[in-house]
């Protein structure tokens, strides 16, 4: 079964920064054939999106709340996907999911995931 695992969640201060990787394993095509994206689930509220970048890494797409701030990035000899995060706010506070899709639809942000981590937590607070 394919599986992503992310890593590098933690407390951190306001302003602040923290880095998250994802580790992807037994997709079922190479890495390089996958959109990959970072999802967060503030407590009781949906999902939403914050970042994806595409199969080739030369298209990254940002929600405007983090604009500026993070920055999505691949590692593809080692199957990653990296979200490093700055200037963080305590509305950053969320679980963090990393996500992949099979390149196809070039709509990164409304498309449908296909593979998806268990979640890392991520509190911005002094």
């Known amino acids: 079964q394919a599986q992503l695992v992310e890593s590098g969640g933690g407390l951190v201060q306001p302003g602040g920064s923290l880095s998250l990787s994802c580790a992807a394993s037994r997709l079922p095509y190479s890495f390089t054939y996958y959109d990959l994206a970072w999802f967060r689930q503030p407590t009781g509220k949906d999902r939403e999106f914050v970042a994806a970048?595409?199969?080739?890494?030369?298209?990254?797409v940002y929600a405007d709340s983090v604009k500026g701030r993070f920055t999505i990035s691949r590692g593809d000899a080692v199957k990653s996907i990296y979200l490093h995060m700055s200037s963080l706010k305590p509305e950053d506070t969320a679980v963090y999911y990393c996500a992949a899709k099979y390149v196809g639809s070039t709509d990164l942000i409304n498309s449908r995931y296909t593979y998806w981590g268990q979640g890392t937590q991520v509190a911005v607070s002094s």
């Open positions: 970048i595409n199969w080739n890494g030369r298209n990254a």
